[in-house]
């Protein structure tokens, strides 16, 4: 008995040999690669015509709102005429940039050393916090009133005449 399981268990696995060997010579000699098939036209339907509902306009694709809804962003509220903070601060100077972000202001408060302060940073021992950069001031937000500090222009002045 052991004779024949030794012999049966040769010939199956004899079988199994010659079935993927078989297998490896088929897809070998048939199943080429699309890349490697000479004079065969491209398995891409590339000569289909062209249906018109494929073709779609960007307004249908922004209308359908994919994504959602877009959220609605109330705008900025435009003051030139801005008042003057009455905060024991004082502008020493600033960097401005096209990116809101990398704007900066060099503040003190009262008579302490000149901090760095970014838009929507809260100057400390007030109420107040950085809106803006501009060219010669900076915008301050205190409880949604907007007020400016500017740049003391005569201490300027005498800065640079002095340096020079």
Do not use: C
């Amino acid at each position: 008995m052991v004779y024949r399981i030794t012999n049966s268990a040769l010939v199956l696995s004899s079988l199994i040999l010659l079935g993927y060997v078989s297998f490896q010579a088929w897809t070998a000699l048939f199943m080429k690669p699309v890349s490697d098939r000479e004079g065969e036209p491209p398995l891409i339907f590339a000569n289909r015509p062209q249906a018109q509902t494929d073709v779609y306009q960007l307004q249908q694709i922004l209308d359908a709102q994919l994504f959602g809804a877009p959220e609605r962003v109330k705008p900025a509220i435009v003051q030139t005429l801005v008042p003057k903070t009455r905060l024991s601060l004082k502008l020493h100077g600033m960097v401005g940039s096209s990116d809101p972000l990398l704007a900066r202001a060099l503040i003190s408060v009262g008579n302490k050393i000149p901090r760095s302060f970014g838009i929507g940073e809260k100057i400390p021992n007030t109420d107040a916090s950085i809106h803006g950069v501009e060219k010669s001031r900076v915008l301050l937000d205190r409880k949604g009133n907007v007020e400016s500090l500017g740049l003391d222009r005569k201490e300027l002045s005498d800065e640079f005449l002095t340096q020079g």
